[in-house]
Nanobody
Framework: QVQVVESGGGLVEAGESLRLTCTAS????????MGWFRQAPGKEREGVSS????????FYAAPVKGRFTISRDNTKSTVSLQMDSLKPEDTATYYC??????????????????WGQGTQVTVSS
């Protein structure tokens, strides 16, 4: 049974940091790229960051580049998103996803097979 569970969301002030963690089970974790997506009220889901199965390749959306850092631990089947210098526009529900991406865009949601339920991140100004 596949499970993808996010944790670490919360309410912070602008400029502060949060670390999201995603724990996965039920599939061969180190065969899958892992991604973080977010969806704000009234907006479409957007790709935030992705990491290849080996961890060697990482990808970031332009709005978060230089502020967010993605990492993974294949021994623990976890992927983390360190979010620094948070801004009010980062407020959204953040989702973790797993996909066996070979040639597709790692920040496109259609490339991912398994999804978590999401964790809320709220950044106050």
């Amino acid at each position: 049974q596949v499970q993808v569970v996010e944790s670490g969301g919360g309410l912070v002030e602008a400029g502060e940091s949060l670390r999201l963690t995603c724990t996965a089970s039920g599939f061969p974790f180190d065969d899958y790229a892992m991604g973080w997506f977010r969806q704000a009220p009234g907006k479409e889901r957007e790709g935030v960051s992705s990491i290849s199965w080996s961890g060697k390749n990482t990808f970031y959306a332009a709005p978060v580049k230089g502020r967010f850092t993605i990492s993974r631990d294949n021994t623990k089947s976890t992927v983390s998103l360190q979010m620094d210098s948070l801004k009010p526009e980062d407020t959204a529900t953040y989702y973790c996803a797993a996909g066996r991406i070979r040639f597709g865009d790692p920040l496109e949601s259609k490339e991912y097979n398994f999804w978590g339920q999401g964790t809320q991140v709220t950044v106050s100004s």
